[in-house]
């Protein structure tokens, strides 16, 4: 472990461990926690037995370790990488294809593991990257200042700036009419036919967001292309082919689409309260607008 500290002074420490940590002989090991956003959460540790403590078993035999851990009390990016290996009753790889570790929560102690209520945690952040090779996996991680690197601010355009849904949106995608759950009947790569939905009208889920509640592909979602009434069923294109199998049979969950114009905020949501966009700012013609040769010119 490589702790780096700047001038603000140097990492506190938990009382008992800091108090064992100055007797000399050491009983150190790491515990990692890695929270999936499906709500999973593994728990890991290079010690030779497993660990308990927040309700999370740590597990030793998974294999995973980490490279030097680099940390500062400034704003500068946090980082390291965590190897191990791949294996079936720890990290899958296709659990690593289906993208169930994209952005996982990451949480690493240094733990006593003879007294586990003496620990400190040493580091927070996310699972970025992840390069696998030979059985193996290496994940980037990064830390919370990694957030300083996103651009921020706003868009001043016409159509809405709102994710539908969101804080912003607040439109409640559970409230009746919004959303649907219903089996598949087939899947053909990025196509999924499902029965006739006859409570909603052709195109109603294009531009939505279809999630899988059930089967192999259960937590993941795609955005969905187009929304095709055919005969005696439903058919929608996605975006993007889920990245695990969706079989027939398998439950999902399908949203309302939004193509952020202020008309289908208004008729479709009754939402024209909160929308997010500026309808009325000017077009890149108004530029080279001429100037009124007749009537008034009162700029009214």
């Not at 994209?102 to 990257?129: H, K, P, Y």
């Not at 690197?149 to 439109?171: E, F, H, I, S, T």
Request: glycine share 12%; charged share 25%.
């Amino acid at each position: 472990l490589c702790l780096r500290v700047g001038a603000a002074g140097l990492m506190a420490f938990h009382p008992g461990l800091e108090a064992h940590l100055a007797g000399g002989a050491t009983h150190l090991c790491h515990a990692w926690a890695i929270e999936r956003g499906d709500g999973l959460v593994l728990g890991f540790t290079d010690h030779d037995r497993d660990l308990e403590f927040q309700n999370i078993r740590f597990r030793a035999d998974s294999g995973l370790s980490a490279l030097a851990l680099q940390q500062g009390t400034g704003l500068s990016v946090d980082n390291s990488e965590a190897i191990g290996a791949l294996s079936d009753t720890a990290i899958r790889e296709a659990d690593i294809d289906a993208g169930r570790f994209d952005g996982a929560q990451v949480r690493c102690w240094l733990v006593n593991w003879s007294e586990v209520d003496q620990r400190q945690l040493l580091f927070r952040g996310t699972i970025g990257e992840i390069r696998r090779a030979g059985g193996a996996f290496t994940a980037e991680l990064r830390g919370l200042a990694e957030v300083l690197n996103r651009p921020m601010g706003r868009v001043y355009q016409k159509p809405c700036g709102a994710v539908l849904g969101d804080a912003a949106c607040r439109v409640d995608l559970d409230a009746p009419g919004y959303a649907a759950e219903v089996a598949v009947i087939a899947v053909a790569g990025a196509r999924v036919d499902l029965p006739e939905l006859a409570d909603f009208e052709p195109g109603w889920f294009a531009r939505g967001r279809l999630s899988v509640l059930t089967g192999a592909a259960a937590g993941l979602s795609s955005a969905v292309k187009r929304d095709l009434a055919e005969a005696g069923g439903r058919r929608f294109d996605l975006w993007q082919e889920l990245r695990a199998p969706l079989a027939p049979g398998d439950l999902i969950r399908v949203e309302a689409g939004c193509d952020k114009r202020l008309d289908t905020c208004r008729y479709k949501f009754n939402n024209l309260l909160n929308y997010q966009g500026f309808p009325d700012i000017p077009g890149e013609d108004w530029l080279a607008a001429q100037p009124a040769v007749a009537g008034r010119s009162t700029g009214g």
